[in-house]
Nanobody, 119 residues
Framework: QVQLVESGGGLVQAGGSLRLSCAASGRTSYAMGWFRQAPGKEREFVAAISAYGYATYYADSVKGRFTISRDNAKNTVYLQMNRLQPEDTAVYYC??????????????WGQGTQVTVSS
């Protein structure tokens, strides 16, 4: 069993930055992903990282602006978000599972953290 707790969301102006954190407890040698869901839209993939950080994937919409990383000693995964735009406004979710994937078929999910980008 894995428990995931996101933090770091908030309100930021367009062009600004935020860093999200996802603290994991329980088994932590899992691939991890970040997803987001905007009001009225389906949850979408943002970024993912393999269990030991050797591989990363990004959605086209965030490539070059967002960076996913992990610190296994702290059981924490990060999402550094730069040059934020209003369309990045969403609830951001952390997910964990045995397979690195860009679909939402992860086994464990956090409760989400709100990111709001004002224009």
């Amino acid at each position: 069993q894995v428990q995931l707790v996101e933090s770091g969301g908030g309100l930021v102006q367009a062009g600004g930055s935020l860093r999200l954190s996802c603290a994991a407890s329980g088994r932590t040698s899992y691939a991890m992903g970040w997803f987001r869901q905007a009001p009225g839209k389906e949850r979408e993939f943002v970024a993912a990282i393999s269990a030991y950080g050797y591989a990363t994937y990004y959605a086209d919409s965030v490539k070059g602006r967002f960076t996913i990383s992990r610190d296994n000693a702290k059981n924490t995964v990060y999402l550094q978000m730069n040059r934020l735009q209003p369309e990045d406004t969403a609830v951001y979710y952390c997910a964990a599972g045995p397979v690195l994937r860009m679909s939402n078929e992860y086994n464990y999910w956090g409760q989400g953290t709100q990111v709001t980008v004002s224009s």
